[in-house]
């Protein structure tokens, strides 16, 4: 069973419902790029707490890497590790963070129950109120294999996969495992001929990204691409790739009026569609160096909703014209990013 969530608020609303079925033995795994102070982390450490209570155990795997410590100095924002540190102090058999270092930039939420249906929860968003009225998509899976599939992976390091029966295939990044499986999905969605329409919505892009969209053009396919009017970070690069892809016959592009941070591609075609969802962006650091959680995604109504959510945000979008970007911050930004 899969849905989509399209507001904070609701994301919230779900990841606290989901935490308040766990119980005894239950497993609970955060795997976050960004966690941030606020109201609703508050709430939501809050039901952590009666979970861990009732005998849950917890994993936070949450980026503590150069990544996001440059990324919180170029933003100036604050992080909500040092209470979690002291939820893990607090109560030490059942809570407990990742020891590693590698850049972490996953979006995901794990809820693994014994006897019940696990939930995994997925997508683009982060935690903290800062992103209470960002645009954000996570998708919620409930199904009996993905928690031992997702908790045997990316817990345990085992080469664990979903089903071939599934209507979710995972494709991401494990740094510390060396592997690297996004670019090489996104590439061959946008290869497959049987699609000749793309919806793609993406926070930041760099050339890397736009070769890959341009597999699409190749064999004769449309793409309709939204990107945020003004992004919180990498603007430049993000005009500097538009500025020529927007030469491309069969690409529209649209900018959203306000910040966007989904991460999706719908692909469609003839009796096909298909869809992307996850957390990394149409940037090389997304492909050779971030750890990523995306998810093929074949189910046909969850693939409906992501249409009529990418038509809502279209409603909210402008045609995009080239604007003057900085040529020497450009070339950083994409370096960097």
């Not at 969209?213 to 790739?241: E, F, S, V, W």
């Amino acid at each position: 069973m899969l849905n989509l969530v399209t507001t904070y608020n609701e994301s919230v609303e779900v990841i606290c419902r989901e935490i308040m079925d766990c119980g005894e033995g239950d497993q609970i795994v955060f795997s976050l790029y960004i966690w941030e102070p606020g109201l609703s982390s508050e709430r939501v450490l809050g039901e952590i707490e009666k979970a861990v209570q009732r005998g849950a155990f917890v994993i936070f795997d949450i980026d503590r890497s150069y990544v996001v410590r440059f990324a919180r100095f170029v933003e100036k924002t604050k992080t909500f590790i040092d209470e979690l540190a002291a939820l893990e102090t607090k109560y030490p058999s059942n809570v407990s963070r990742s020891k590693g270092f590698f850049p972490n930039h996953k979006k995901y939420y794990l809820f693994k129950r014994g006897n019940k249906l696990s939930t995994l929860i997925f997508g683009s968003m982060n935690l903290g109120d800062r992103f209470s009225d960002w645009k954000d998509v996570l998708v919620v899976f409930k199904d009996l294999e993905i928690g031992n599939v997702v908790y045997d992976r990316f817990t345990l390091g085992k080469n664990a996969k979903t089903s071939e029966t599934s209507p979710i295939k995972i494709a991401a990044n494990e740094p510390s495992r060396k592997i690297f499986e996004v670019e090489p999905a996104l590439a061959e969605l946008f290869k497959d001929k049987s699609f000749d329409n793309y919806k793609v919505v993406t926070p930041y892009i760099d050339r890397r990204g736009g070769a890959l969209l341009q597999k699409a053009l190749d064999h004769g396919a449309k793409i309709q691409l939204i990107i945020p009017a003004c992004a919180n970070i990498y603007q430049n690069a993000n005009m500097r790739t538009l500025t020529a892809f927007s030469r491309n016959e069969g690409v529209t592009i649209y900018l959203y009026k306000k910040m966007i941070h989904v991460k999706e591609v719908l692909a469609t075609g003839d009796n096909n569609i298909k869809s992307c969802i996850g957390s990394a962006n149409l940037k090389k650091n997304s492909f050779d160096t971030l750890g990523e959680f995306n998810c093929i995604i074949s189910d046909f109504e969850l693939n409906k909703q992501v249409a009529v959510e990418f038509e809502s945000i279209l409603c909210d979008c402008k045609l995009f014209a080239p604007t003057p970007y900085k040529k020497i911050m450009s070339r950083l930004e994409e370096f960097f990013g």
